[in-house]
């Protein structure tokens, strides 16, 4: 069982950045892949960024290419989503996710995931 705990969200102006941060409790965390999606008013939820286990491998959805960044400290239990350069469009429910994985990869589709935290609001005004 992982518990994930999200934080960093508030409301922002276009232009500006925010550092979310999702914390796990639980065992294993070094072996989960870890996900943000979000989920804008009257949309369904999008993947945005993933991390596999191994810090090196990452990936995102076109629209955050080149401004947000996903990492990890397995450490401390935690993963983070760097989001820079935000804009109106960005404005979501922003979720983290927890997916065992036996390989150091991720997925981006988010029935593969097994954790989800309760979110957390990010707004951009313009």
């Known amino acids: 069982q992982v518990q994930l705990v999200e934080s960093g969200g508030g409301l922002v102006q276009a232009g500006d950045s925010l550092r979310l941060s999702c914390a796990a409790s639980g065992r294993a965390f070094s072996r989960y892949a870890m996900g943000w999606f979000r989920q804008a008013p009257g949309k369904e939820r999008e993947f945005v960024a993933a991390i596999a286990w191994n810090v090196g491998i990452t990936g995102y959805v076109d629209a955050v290419k080149g401004r947000f960044t996903i990492s990890r400290d397995n450490a401390k239990n935690t993963v983070y989503l760097q989001m820079n350069s935000l804009i109106p469009e960005d404005t979501a429910v922003y979720y983290c996710?927890?997916?065992?994985?036996?390989?150091?990869?991720?997925?981006?589709?988010?029935?593969?995931?097994?954790?989800w935290g309760q979110g957390t609001q990010v707004t951009v005004s313009s």
């Open positions: 996710a927890a997916e065992f994985r036996r390989t150091p990869t991720y997925s981006d589709q988010e029935y593969k995931y097994d954790y």
